[in-house]
């Protein structure tokens, strides 16, 4: 039955950002709560509510409301990126046009093995992670799709040679 009621939360995903509410301060039973589904993303409401000390009842609503109010935004599996034939991964820095990012999000966030692109201040605009077979892909990437788009002025790419997920820490303290 946990299992079945922790499906349906998955399911029903975060509100769309017109239907969010402002944001509420988080308590100790939010964050442990957080930590608990950021280590394990398949824990049952049962063991949510065990380790947080907290009835299945209160933590199915604890777990639904934070949901609700987009914090979280979803639940995914952490790839192994090298073991699913994605060896090659790069940040890569972009300058772009003046006012052209949302044209620039659209375009990269079509691009195969993109992960992540942020807007940022500092010497570029846009920080891309990209996940490739191999160096070869990774070159096509950036030399035939990424210096192809108009607004993009400049490219700069970073190997990554190790990670490190901080997400599967232990769940212990205060964030």
């Given at each position: 039955?946990?299992?079945?009621?922790?499906?349906?939360?998955?399911?029903?995903?975060?509100?769309?950002?017109?239907?969010?509410?402002?944001?509420?301060p988080l308590d100790a039973i939010d964050r442990d709560i957080l930590r608990i589904l950021?280590?394990?993303?398949?824990?049952?409401?049962?063991?949510?509510?065990?380790?947080?000390?907290?009835?299945?009842?209160?933590?199915?609503?604890?777990?639904?409301?934070?949901?609700?109010?987009?914090?979280?935004?979803?639940?995914?599996?952490?790839?192994?990126?090298?073991?699913?034939?994605?060896?090659?991964?790069?940040y890569i820095t972009l300058k772009i046009v003046q006012n052209s990012w949302r044209t620039?999000?659209?375009?990269?966030?079509?691009?195969?093995?993109?992960?992540?692109?942020?807007?940022?201040?500092?010497?570029?605009?846009?920080?891309?992670?990209?996940?490739?077979?191999?160096?070869?892909?990774?070159?096509?990437?950036?030399?035939?799709?990424?210096?192809?788009?108009?607004?993009?002025?400049?490219?700069?790419?970073?190997?990554?040679?190790?990670?490190?997920?901080?997400?599967?820490?232990?769940?212990?303290?205060e964030a």
């Amino acid at each position: 039955m946990a299992a079945e009621q922790m499906a349906e939360i998955w399911e029903q995903g975060p509100k769309s950002d017109d239907q969010t509410p402002p944001p509420r301060p988080l308590d100790a039973i939010d964050r442990d709560i957080l930590r608990i589904l950021q280590t394990d993303g398949r824990a049952s409401i049962r063991s949510v509510a065990e380790r947080v000390h907290v009835s299945r009842a209160n933590a199915y609503a604890r777990i639904n409301r934070l949901i609700d109010d987009g914090v979280i935004r979803g639940f995914s599996a952490r790839v192994n990126h090298e073991r699913a034939g994605q060896g090659a991964s790069a940040y890569i820095t972009l300058k772009i046009v003046q006012n052209s990012w949302r044209t620039v999000r659209e375009q990269l966030q079509a691009l195969p093995g993109a992960a992540h692109i942020a807007l940022v201040s500092g010497d570029f605009d846009v920080l891309l992670l990209v996940h490739t077979p191999d160096n070869r892909s990774l070159r096509e990437l950036v030399l035939t799709k990424l210096q192809a788009i108009p607004e993009v002025l400049s490219t700069r790419t970073l190997l990554v040679f190790e990670e490190t997920d901080l997400n599967r820490r232990p769940v212990t303290g205060e964030a």
